[in-house]
C-alpha cells in the first residue's frame, strides 16, 4: 500500500491505495489536464456516505482508465 496525501475541504487527508491504482490517477490527471487533487475532490463529492474514498477512487479509475 502506499499513502498520497491531499487537502479535501480545507483538511488535509491521507488515502491508502495500491500503488498501481495511484499510479494510473496520476496518469489520468495528466490526461485530463487536472489536478489529482481536483479530481479527488470530484469523486469525494459524488460518492454515496456508505462507500470509502479509497474504494470510490480505484472505481473511479477503473471506469477512467483507457
Do not use: C, Y
Amino acid at each position: 500500500m502506499k499513502k498520497l496525501s491531499v487537502s479535501l475541504s480545507g483538511h488535509h487527508t491521507s488515502i491508502s491505495m495500491e500503488p498501481e491504482f495511484i499510479d494510473a490517477l496520476h496518469k489520468i490527471a495528466l490526461r485530463q489536464k487536472k489536478s489529482v487533487a481536483s479530481i479527488i475532490a470530484q469523486i469525494d463529492s459524488t460518492r454515496t456516505p456508505d462507500t470509502n474514498l479509497s474504494s470510490a477512487i480505484r472505481i473511479w479509475v477503473l471506469k477512467n482508465i483507457k
